[in-house]
């Protein structure tokens, strides 16, 4: 199967350009599309329902929708995110390598203007679409980090990828150290009250009361908080907006920069080695394909199937958790856990695809993966309107099953959008709005419309 490289093309032109169709690499569309596609398998119990009533599920462990959040927790979760971001990286070295000087403009000044951009657009879609968990802000930010490591080898690239994993590890560690400290420092406190109910506190003890019982109701059910949730997020937009904003305050300044930043810089870097290794063009060996993908997926799952136990005894029970864990399970492995995993469905994605089976699937996920930021606000678009009470207001009103029906739905939509779409257009609208943006200049849209030419390079 015939692999397109994009540094095997160069411009008669000198004027930059984004990259045309024929300096694609079919397969990082593809993935990004399956990518794009998987995250909304976890986004949709955001959109649809209260997390109150998503741990509820974990409290009551029985039922069909109880197996299905953990079916969708143990194989997805934080994995296609991981996979879109290792994807990301890779667009990175792709855009410097193919942007050479033209129009006044050098390649590190379209990059910053790219990645300037990309931010905007962030807060765009969680200041104004009202999506919390937006992550184009933070991979603009990050993005611009990440320049100067686009020389580095492959390896030095994977090394600097897991001190970046360590990192947000060790914090998840530190920040369960913490955790235990208030628990330990309550503990006297408890005991004294426990002897002599009437027994007055020292301020240092009203203070370790307070701090542990504050930590402590954070991880309980409240009902009243429960349905207060779901009333806000039916309500007008102005109501909504107010409702979402701590949430959004909180995604991205305290969460990013703590541990979030860590998290995306570490899979970034993996696909930057992925890419520079040619993992993610389809250019490795069948039977190499084969054992990233048993390996990652067998590693990557054990890790996620370990870690499960510590991650519901937190929500079900969080004083025992403290009392009796001494490591943060989940926490310490999440970013190896994701990343075996994203690495092993990559692998299994380019295996189906040398398999030649259901090409028309293929080239539709290669139209949605062309078109992914056209596709991630879209998403957050239909999203809001179906569940939000300024659209058609069905926040908290469907079963985690029904969410799933959504989705499909929402696939089944960008999945024949893209194709059309594509059938004229060059770009998706929204990745010609980019694009147009970051080379200062309107770029062709339509297919018909002329375009520089490009001569292949035969090395």
């Not at 059910?221 to 009333?231: E, G, H």
């Not at 099953?401 to 960008?414: D, H, N």
């Not at 970051?438 to 035969?458: D, S, W």
Request: aromatic share 14%.
């Amino acid at each position: 199967m015939e692999v397109l490289r994009a540094h095997q093309f160069v411009e008669s032109d000198p004027a930059t350009h984004p990259v045309l169709q024929p300096e694609r690499i079919p397969t990082l569309d593809i993935l990004r599309g399956v990518a794009l596609l998987g995250i909304l398998l976890m986004n949709i119990q955001v959109f649809g329902l209260t997390e109150a009533s998503l741990t509820q599920l974990i409290r009551n462990p029985h039922g069909g929708n109880y197996w299905l959040l953990t079916l969708v927790h143990g194989l997805f979760e934080h994995k296609m995110r991981a996979l879109f971001s290792m994807l990301f990286g890779a667009g990175i070295i792709l855009f410097l390598n193919k942007t050479r000087s033209g129009s006044g403009m050098e390649a590190p000044e379209l990059f910053i203007r790219r990645q300037l951009w990309l931010i905007v657009f962030g807060l765009v879609n969680a200041w104004g679409l009202l999506w919390h968990y937006d992550i184009l802000f933070h991979y603009g930010i990050v993005g611009i980090f990440l320049f100067p490591f686009i020389r580095l080898s492959p390896r030095a690239l994977l090394v600097c990828a897991v001190v970046a994993g360590l990192i947000y590890s060790g914090k998840a560690y530190w920040q369960f150290a913490e955790q235990k400290q208030k628990y330990e420092k309550f503990q006297p406190v408890a005991a004294l009250e426990k002897k002599n109910k009437k027994v007055k506190l020292t301020d240092e003890q009203k203070e370790a009361k307070s701090a542990w019982e504050g930590l402590v109701k954070e991880h309980q059910y409240d009902s009243k908080a429960d349905k207060a949730d779901v009333l806000a997020m039916r309500s007008d937009y102005t109501t909504v907006w107010n409702h979402q904003l701590p949430k959004i305050k909180r995604m991205e300044a305290p969460f990013f920069y703590q541990v979030g930043i860590w998290d995306i810089l570490s899979m970034m870097l993996l696909g930057m080695a992925l890419f520079k290794w040619r993992v993610l063009s389809n250019q490795l060996t069948t039977r190499q394909y084969i054992v990233l993908a048993l390996g990652g997926l067998l590693i990557g799952q054990a890790m996620a199937w370990l870690s499960l136990p510590a991650y519901e005894l937190e929500i079900v029970d969080f004083a025992t958790y403290i009392s009796d864990a001494s490591l943060p399970v989940a926490g310490v492995l999440m970013p190896f856990e994701r990343a075996f995993s994203a690495i092993g469905w990559a692998s299994l994605v380019l295996l189906a695809y040398r398999a030649g089976v259901g090409m028309w699937l293929w080239k539709a996920l290669g139209a949605v993966g062309q078109m992914a930021f056209t596709n991630y606000l879209m998403q957050t678009v239909l999203c809001t309107l179906f569940f939000y009470g300024y659209g058609l207001g069905y926040f908290g009103d469907l079963k985690l099953y029904q969410l799933y029906m959504v989705v499909a739905e929402v696939w089944l939509l960008q999945l024949v959008f893209s194709l059309i779409w594509l059938r004229t257009f060059r770009f998706g609208p929204l990745e010609w709005l980019w694009r147009s943006l970051i080379y200062g200049r309107r770029q062709p849209m339509r297919l018909a419309e002329k375009t520089p030419q490009i001569t292949p390079v035969f090395s």
